[in-house]
């Protein structure tokens, strides 16, 4: 096997952000994606395949374009010290993608599949992916839609395509701490809703409300639940971590959150590699006086501290941050699930899948057109063995 692509020395990868320019202030070339799509006569997935440009070919009649069919996900990839590139936890992420696609009625691709769109997916644009020695990541979003035409609600739509796109970035806001505030005239999720899927109605009903909310100041929302409005569920983009006055690590225990792979990865780090103890329980909202440190937590947010909380409607502020920078708890969790994503040495848990490269990676990277047959089908039992699927 041959080592990854160096990357681009025309990028200044320290500038990154997560927001994708238009292509007309792009500064780096157009990242290809990969495509894999389900047939219902056949009851298969074709072997994914890596497409040059963006667009996706998608009917307009389509149930992703008129009832938000959809689900997704956000995926890192990072280049490590030893000259190897790695995605965090694909495993997880794929469960919960399975799970988003339950929901709604959708197929999803097997693990195999998955893996291996994945190793096309970062093969291809490896180039765009910063050095071991920055803080840029490859961000990777999955997306998964019906594409054939089908405007009744039953039965299932003819095609479904999961389609991975790559992004380079670095990590969303840093650790810098942000003011929030509590979601009072929106609620996130029904009861008996989706909230715990990562579908894309749960984020569009959003948007506005945050836009709302960061013009009085306040870039992050805390939502409560919606049936009593008096416990924690999580923040608009991401999962709620609080740290009480004996360093107990607190987690709300919702059905309406969705599943967090960095909160998931917070709690076994916490209780297994720190010794911390770590509560999943309900949080009353009243806790959020007695928190010594308040976290947000994410894919895309990694270990982001929470300055502090205001409820507008009565006038409460909860202060986390006084001196404006982050909580002992926030930079100890932060540089443990950086080591656990970008480190070399020992993969404890399994968390880290590397992608391989073969010889003849080069010609991918310069435009050649490659397929699964192309060597990079990827076997579960290859996760299997370091452990990483359980």
Not at 23 to 38: G, K, Q
Request: charged share 15%; net charge negative.
């Amino acid at each position: 096997m041959a080592p990854p692509p160096a990357p681009l020395t025309t990028i200044d990868w320290s500038t990154l952000t997560l927001n994708v320019p238009t292509e007309a202030t792009l500064s780096h070339p157009i990242p290809s994606h990969v495509e894999t799509t389900f047939s219902l006569t056949t009851e298969q997935w074709t072997p994914p395949t890596v497409h040059p440009s963006p667009y996706l070919q998608i009917h307009g009649l389509s149930p992703a374009l008129n009832y938000g069919m959809q689900a997704f996900e956000g995926l890192k990839a990072t280049r490590h010290s030893n000259d190897t590139i790695t995605v965090f936890r694909p495993d997880f992420h794929h469960r919960r993608l399975t799970h988003s696609a339950t929901t709604i009625a959708l197929h999803s691709p097997p693990l195999e599949t998955f893996l291996t769109a994945l190793n096309l997916l970062i093969r291809s644009n490896a180039h765009l992916l910063g050095p071991a020695s920055s803080s840029a990541i490859l961000y990777i979003r999955p997306l998964l839609i019906p594409t054939s035409p089908h405007l009744s609600l039953t039965p299932v739509p003819e095609t479904v395509t999961l389609a991975v796109y790559a992004h380079p970035a670095t990590t969303y806001l840093g650790v810098r701490p942000i003011p929030a505030c509590i979601s009072t005239t929106y609620d996130r999720a029904a009861p008996l809703g989706t909230g715990h899927a990562k579908i894309g109605g749960n984020y569009a009903s959003g948007i506005l409300p945050a836009q709302a909310a960061m013009k009085r100041g306040f870039p992050m929302q805390l939502f409560l639940d919606a049936r009593t409005r008096t416990e924690i569920e999580e923040f608009s983009s991401s999962g709620f971590v609080g740290i009480t006055s004996d360093g107990t690590v607190v987690i709300p225990d919702s059905k309406q959150v969705i599943a967090s792979v960095t909160s998931d990865t917070l709690q076994s780090l916490a209780a297994k590699s720190l010794g911390w103890k770590v509560e999943r329980r309900r949080v009353p909202v009243e806790e959020l006086a007695s928190f010594k440190e308040v976290i947000a937590v994410g894919t895309a947010v990694s270990v982001l501290p929470i300055a502090s909380i205001t409820n507008e409607e009565t006038g409460e502020k909860f202060v986390y941050c006084e001196n404006g920078e982050a909580g002992p708890a926030a930079k100890k969790l932060n540089e443990a699930i950086g080591e656990a994503i970008r480190g070399s040495g020992e993969d404890r848990f399994g968390w880290r899948y590397e992608v391989t490269f073969p010889d003849e990676v080069e010609a991918e990277v310069n435009g050649s057109a490659m397929t699964a047959k192309d060597g990079a089908e990827v076997k579960v039992e290859e996760l299997q063995a370091v452990g990483a699927v359980p």
